[in-house]
């Protein structure tokens, strides 16, 4: 399937989570086998050939780092949210609308030197992103870009992240 074709599947739900807000919604690309296969090829296609380990941010940027791991047989390694893992090496707050939220990255899971690409999603503020790089970069890595299917343009993620590689397969 066409990479065009695949996104077409993504569904618009208005007013989730809240009144006013457009959620979109990946599930039935992912649902998908071709659309699948399309974005997760897509994405490949724009990681820097140093990458060796494939930083997914939990939860749905696990959908998406597994298969490119798997695939192009990068290591995985997931941010994870507080309070799931067993032994943290580094945590890093991040802004939501509302409140702060954090990222965890696991013990001996990134090693100095490593060549890292962020995997997600969506860029939206870009908040969730900047925190993954941060722990990444302090645990000696190098962020060899911040890939994510969709970039919801109006929320300055790009510009946060300014000086990375930034790709997305669709800006909105
Ligand atoms: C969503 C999305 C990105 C993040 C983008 O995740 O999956 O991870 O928000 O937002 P930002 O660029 O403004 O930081 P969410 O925190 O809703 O959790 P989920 O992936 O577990 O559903
Ligand atoms: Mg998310």
Redesign the pocket.
């Known amino acids: 399937m066409k990479l065009e074709n695949a996104l077409k599947l993504l569904r618009e739900v208005p007013d989730f989570p809240r009144p006013g807000v457009v959620f979109r919604d990946l599930t039935p690309v992912l649902a998908d086998p071709d659309a699948l296969r399309a974005v997760v090829d897509a994405l490949q296609d724009d990681i820097h050939p140093d990458t060796q380990v494939v930083a997914a941010?939990?939860?749905?940027?696990f959908l998406l780092g597994a298969p490119l791991g798997y695939g192009w047989r990068y290591g995985v390694v997931p941010l994870r949210?507080p309070g799931k893992l067993p032994s943290v090496a580094d945590r890093e707050p991040?802004e939501?609308e509302y409140g702060t939220?954090e990222l965890e990255l696991p013990s001996e899971a990134i090693r100095p030197g490593q060549h890292v690409v962020i995997v997600?999603?969506?860029?939206?503020?870009?908040?969730?992103?900047?925190?993954a790089c941060t722990l990444v970069e302090r645990a000696g890595a190098i962020v060899t870009g911040v890939s994510?299917v969709l970039e919801?343009t109006a929320?300055g993620?790009r510009e946060r992240l300014a000086g990375r590689n930034v790709s997305a397969l669709l800006a909105v």
């Open positions: 941010i939990e939860s749905r940027g949210k991040y939501l939220a997600d999603d969506v860029l939206a503020t870009g908040g969730t992103a900047e925190a994510v919801i929320l993620g």
